[in-house]
């Protein structure tokens, strides 16, 4: 009998858990949690903003490989 109160008393938590868990009030009010614009597609800069120099890559400390020698 025993063994039979235990195993109903933890299914009976493990119910409470769930209901506690899913039946929770919202963090935030309704008007927050509506969709926001959040301009993901809008660009970083406008034309106007800065003048647009190209962007020259990190020159590297070595000298370029000569393609007529073997790989080692």
Known sequence: MAPTLIVLAL?????????????????????????????WNDPVTSQGDAPQTPVQPPQSPFPPADPSEPRQ
């Open 11 to 39: 299914i009976a938590m493990g119910v409470g858990i769930v209901l506690w868990a899913t039946r929770r009030r919202p963090a935030r009010p309704v008007e927050q949690r509506l969709d926001q614009d959040t301009a």
